[in-house]
């Protein structure tokens, strides 16, 4: 294992997918109860109305308001302490039969938890109906994590209708997930950048066309609506990207490629939520919150190294979202976003280590604490109450800086 500093190592975890053959920011392909954002941290469940009403070609439907819904935000008010925001998400979310989807909901379920969930486009689209995608600067058909197989399609959908059900967001991961040569989103114009999310809410929008099992159910939510934020493959394009978003009204993005744990803010007139640097167990630098950065820095991008490596590798990467979670909950509350793939990778380590930390975190929670398990659509209808004024003085604590007098004279 390489030693890196802290900028050698946020470098390898934003770009080394392409170098190393993985999809780095999305699936591997098929051959490979609420939780408030309001004052009280409490919030009522709905239910969808009983009829759905059909949104185009049936793919998608109005059902109402989604269930499992926190209470409507509520202001700061100076001098008061704020919530430990926690956002887990989760990079392609297709379900590919290691019923990882389904491990996670459940799990949510149980800890009442909202994540977002970033879908790929491609995970909608047959394989046989794949030159249907057109992507910016690569052959028509083309896509850097392949197609799945259509069982898993189905599963897919079965699992982000359940997901929305649950209360949590549906996001994008766009399609392709190109991160190197030409092609590579990192490239992309801003022209491009609107094709490509074109596309990616068509193949949401029109999966019964492009399949033809009509007698599927409707996903339960119009996605033009739904759809208010996303993450780049491999964190790269955001500048090029932004302008699109925020001209479609997008609220928020979470692409860019190194964070730090303080308040953040919007950039081009969009919330700017960026993975972050995190404390590394054992090291001298710090890591990206998300699985494969934890893999680049311990297997240096192999996917299946020698297994007496995992309990020690486990405990690292669970001890570092533990502790990031724990700099800012005792220090400024920055919100804490944490980012991850359905994936096996040296023996699903990673996947243990999420789970563990979200038990950690729930485990604080349930002490009583001002703990929120928020999708990153729930956070930024939080943050989009309250007084500029409280922001600012938010942003004026660095990584682990508690207010010096205390939360009532800031």
């Not at 609420?34 to 070609?57: E, F, L, Q």
């Not at 308001?65 to 998400?89: A, C, D, M, N, Y």
């Not at 009442?112 to 992507?135: I, N, V």
């Not at 404390?279 to 934890?294: H, I, K």
């Amino acid at each position: 294992m390489r030693t890196l500093t802290r900028r050698g190592a946020l470098g390898l975890g934003a770009g080394a997918a392409a170098a190393a053959g993985l999809a780095g920011c999305g699936t591997f392909t098929p051959s490979e109860g609420s939780t408030g954002v309001g004052g009280s941290g409490k919030g009522p469940s709905s239910k969808p109305t009983a009829t759905a009403r059909p949104i185009g070609d049936g793919s998608t439907s109005f059902t109402g308001k989604q269930p499992h819904q926190p209470s409507k935000p509520e202001p700061l008010e100076p001098g008061q302490t704020p919530p430990q925001f926690v956002i887990f998400s989760w990079d392609g979310a297709g379900e590919v039969g290691n019923g990882l989807f389904p491990r996670f909901l459940e799990l949510a379920k149980q800890y009442e938890a909202h994540m977002t969930f970033f879908l790929s486009g491609l995970y909608l689209l047959p394989e046989s109906k794949k030159r249907l995608y057109d992507p910016p600067n690569n052959p028509r058909g083309a896509s850097d994590i392949g197609y799945l197989t259509d069982a898993h399609i189905k599963e897919t959908l079965k699992n982000v209708r359940q997901a929305w059900l649950d209360g949590h967001e549906i996001g994008t991961h766009f399609n392709g997930h190109f991160c190197s040569g030409y092609g590579t989103v990192g490239n992309w114009t801003p022209q491009q950048w609107k094709s490509e999310i074109q596309q990616a809410k068509a193949f949401v929008k029109e999966w019964r066309t492009n399949s033809g099992w009509t007698a599927l159910p409707a996903l339960p939510f119009d996605y033009d609506k739904e759809l208010v934020g996303g993450r780049t493959p491999c964190l790269l394009g955001q500048d090029n990207l932004l302008p699109v978003a925020r001209d479609l009204g997008w609220r928020y993005d979470a692409s860019s490629p190194g964070g730090r744990q303080v308040w953040p803010e919007k950039k081009q007139g969009i919330w700017d939520l960026p993975l972050q640097q995190i404390p590394f167990p054992g090291r001298s630098f710090e890591v990206l919150s998300m699985d494969y950065n934890m893999l680049a820095n311990q297997s240096i991008n192999s996917t299946n190294a020698p297994s007496y490596n995992y309990p020690g590798w486990r405990t690292q990467s669970a001890q570092a979202y533990i502790s990031g979670f724990k700099r800012a909950y005792e220090t400024n509350r920055a919100p804490f976003f944490i980012g991850n793939h359905f994936e096996q990778w040296n023996g699903g380590i990673y996947m243990d280590a999420v789970e563990e930390a979200l038990k950690h975190i729930a485990r604080e929670k349930e002490k009583g604490e001002d703990v929120r398990l928020v999708s990153f659509r729930q956070f930024v209808d939080w943050m989009d109450v309250q007084s500029p004024a409280v922001l600012d003085k938010l942003r004026t604590l660095d990584v682990g800086q508690a207010p010096a007098a205390g939360w009532k004279q800031l």
